[in-house]
């Protein structure tokens, strides 16, 4: 599922960086993109009690 919704959603059907660093750097990005949509949905969810 993780793979299809960077696929579709964030649109990396083709990488646009060329060269294997280019590509991991673009894939690194994305992934971390990702993980700061989640994150932020769990924020959302559960709100922090500290002040």
Known sequence: ML???LKRILKMGQLRLRGPTG??????????AQNLRKLAKLRLIAP????
């Open 48 to 51: 922090s009690t500290v002040h």
């Open 23 to 32: 590509a991991q750097d673009e894939f690194t990005l994305a992934a971390l």
């Open 3 to 5: 793979f299809a919704h």
